[in-house]
């Protein structure tokens, strides 16, 4: 990716973490689908609840804070509702509540299930120590960035882009399931929040779905990273760019290439990081992808 490319990328992030840094009103007018992902009751799984006994045109569906995707699926109205990795079992509970998010009106209040995620630990060896234990000038920037990062994943485009089966951005051994609970040079860190598919540099990336380029850029542990924006809240990162072909504001088709495989950021080697978020929880990519199943319990 060109310097060039990089600024534009981060002056689009600017501008889009101003508008996302508001909390979104908005209210569900369910499609209709004939598909929806697969459902998994665990913290970075998937839940669809059927909301069609509670559910009136306008209503405000939430989940921590998010508002949540609704379609038509069946004759039955779903929230298809991301569980955020950090969820406790007894901790889930979905909101639909009449006349906005900020209403005092009528709340129901739906309890949802889970089970435990039970993920397996993953030790990696990382060379560069200061991507395991950053200096306070890169610890400066890693906070920068995850503010923009933030903006980027909780942004709500009412417009539904693209909904349905998601392909596989890059052909590649899945070297990293979603959810492992990584040991980095033997310190623990965060849950893996996305699946890692190895691939040498250059390997084309496609998009998963049709989207629209919401940004990206150069950033301390994921490289150079790329948005795009499926509509109502789900969103694809990709990360540890060698390239990247697309521009901020840019309508992408299902299958079109986006960027290129490399290993920029905090890496063992050449691969893509791909992190899917829904209503601004991560989710296993996995469960969007017909025809396979989870690599997690």
Not at 29 to 58: C, F, K, M
């Amino acid at each position: 990716m060109t310097r060039h490319s990089t600024n534009l990328l981060t002056s689009f992030a600017l501008i889009l973490f101003a508008l996302s840094s508001f909390t979104p009103d908005a209210v569900a007018n369910p499609a209709e689908s004939t598909w929806l992902p697969r459902e998994q009751r665990i913290p970075g799984g998937v839940a669809l609840i059927d909301i069609t006994s509670h559910y009136q045109p306008g209503m405000h569906v939430s989940f921590k804070g998010n508002p949540v995707k609704v379609e038509a699926n069946a004759g039955k109205v779903v929230a298809i509702v991301g569980i955020p990795l950090s969820t406790g079992t007894k901790d889930a509970v979905l909101l639909l509540r009449e006349g906005g998010p900020k209403s005092d009106t009528k709340t129901v209040r739906i309890p949802i299930p889970l089970q435990p995620g039970n993920y397996p630990k993953e030790e990696l060896t990382i060379a560069d120590t200061n991507k395991v234990s950053p200096d306070e000038e890169s610890m400066r920037r890693i906070r920068r960035e995850s503010k923009l990062i933030g903006g980027y994943l909780r942004n709500w485009q009412t417009e539904e882009v693209s909904f349905g089966p998601m392909l596989l951005p890059v052909d590649g051994r899945h070297s990293s399931s979603f959810g492992r609970r990584r040991v980095i040079n033997g310190q623990p860190r965060r849950p893996h929040s996305g699946m890692d598919i190895a691939a040498p540099t250059g390997a084309p990336v496609l998009s998963p779905a049709a989207g629209v380029v919401s940004g990206g850029g150069d950033f301390f542990f994921n490289g150079n990273s790329l948005f795009i924006d499926h509509g109502e809240g789900v969103i694809s990162m990709f990360c540890h760019l060698d390239e990247i072909l697309v521009q901020p504001g840019e309508q992408v088709t299902q299958g079109q290439l986006v960027a290129r495989v490399g290993s920029s950021g905090r890496v063992t080697g050449p691969h893509l990081h791909w992190s899917l978020s829904l209503n601004n929880a991560r989710v296993d990519p996995m469960l969007f992808i017909p025809n396979t199943a989870s690599e997690n319990p």
